[in-house]
């Protein structure tokens, strides 16, 4: 089960520009938490504690405030286009057992073989898992491939109880090649000492 990451924040009566401006001043971060059909709540948050966990992707957040607990998932974060400063958050609620389907990055792990690298051919896979076991990332080995091989959707091993929500589970995630630079250079090595041979024999018949 994920981790689930407890913020403590405070009902907000202020709205607009203004309002909002001054509660960025006073770090903090004014907040919406939706819940479908719902009348939305309307909080601020400590903006150090919630900037650093941010950091953390498809994150479950247990939200406390005006003496009720939430459980929620990040579904939209507004930033200042230039200093990159959070203005504002919409969360979505969200309770136990319930799925819902997020883009998580794939990742390399392990070492190919000789001189093939291996190359991310989709960067992010859409998993499909309970809100409380969201995946962070997903960790893809690589370790003895070789030149030519290739890691399938359907391949990629999924933490339990999520599933790939993809249209084809043949799609390349992973590619294992030799980069052309490299394989130019090693023929052209080759070339070279077969060239170098005759050249030695002559020499050493002059002598």
């Given at each position: ?20 401006r001054r509660m960025r001043v006073a770090g903090e971060i004014p ?9 939305p709540d309307y909080i601020k948050l400590p903006m150090r504690e ?158």
């Open positions: 089960m994920a981790n689930t990451i407890k913020l403590s924040g405070q009902v907000r009566d202020e709205f607009g520009k203004g309002a909002a907040a919406t938490v939706y819940a479908g059909g719902a009348q919630t900037t650093l966990a941010l950091r953390r992707a498809n994150a479950l957040f247990s939200i406390n405030f005006g003496g009720k607990t939430k459980m929620a998932v990040v579904k939209d974060v507004q930033r200042n286009p230039v200093k990159r400063q959070i203005e504002h958050i919409d969360f979505y609620e969200v309770r136990a057992g319930e799925k819902m389907t997020v883009e998580v990055p794939v990742f390399i792990n392990g070492e190919t073989k000789g001189a093939a690298v291996a190359f991310i051919d989709m960067q992010n896979l859409q998993i499909r898992a309970d809100v409380t076991n969201l995946p962070e990332r997903i960790d893809v080995s690589v370790e003895g491939l070789s030149d030519g091989d290739k890691i399938l959707a359907k391949d990629v091993k999924l933490p339990e109880g999520a599933e790939l929500v993809i249209d084809d589970p043949e799609d390349s995630v992973i590619t294992v090649e030799v980069p052309k630079e490299e394989a130019i250079e090693e023929p052209a090595a080759a070339t070279a000492e077969a060239e170098a041979a005759p050249a030695a024999e002559s020499a050493d018949t002059q002598e």
